[in-house]
């Protein structure tokens, strides 16, 4: 039986196709907590390439937390954590918010994401 380049290239294209290769493993957990009209830790520091996966609670109502530089928007319920996970693409710092109006305060709920 000879070598068919058709069967190379279709095996080729399967193992590029989203989904056929496999996902990164989270090396650590970030615990993370919103309420009126906080973020903790104020500060996150995790290292290029690194991949982390986040528990976000709320104490009191619905948060948001974003990082919209990153594309990062999950809603935070009462009750409900937030879990994902994230890989840092790139270096830099990050404005973390508060993704839903939650009062008064809202505007001034912010944390620091350091990506070394």
């Known amino acids: 039986m000879r070598n068919d380049p058709t069967l190379y290239l279709l095996g080729l294209l399967l193992a590029l196709l989203p989904g056929c290769t496999?996902?990164?493993?989270?090396?650590?957990?970030?615990?993370?907590t919103m309420k009126k009209f906080a973020i903790s830790p104020g500060e996150i520091r995790i290292k290029q390439g690194e991949t982390?996966?986040?528990?976000?609670?709320?104490?009191?109502?619905?948060?948001?937390?974003?990082?919209?530089?990153?594309?990062?928007?999950?809603?935070?319920?009462?009750?409900?954590?937030?879990?994902?996970?994230?890989?840092?693409?790139?270096k830099g710092t990050f404005t973390i918010e508060c993704g839903i109006i939650c009062g008064f305060g809202h505007d001034?709920?912010?944390?620091?994401?350091?990506v070394e």
């Open 52 to 90: 982390v996966r986040f528990e976000v609670v709320t104490e009191d109502v619905q948060h948001g937390f974003a990082v919209r530089a990153l594309g990062i928007n999950e809603a935070v319920n009462p009750g409900k954590p937030a879990h994902f996970v994230y890989t840092a693409r790139q």
């Open 108 to 114: 001034e709920m912010h944390a620091r994401l350091i």
């Open 22 to 32: 496999q996902a990164a493993v989270p090396g650590r957990s970030i615990n993370v």
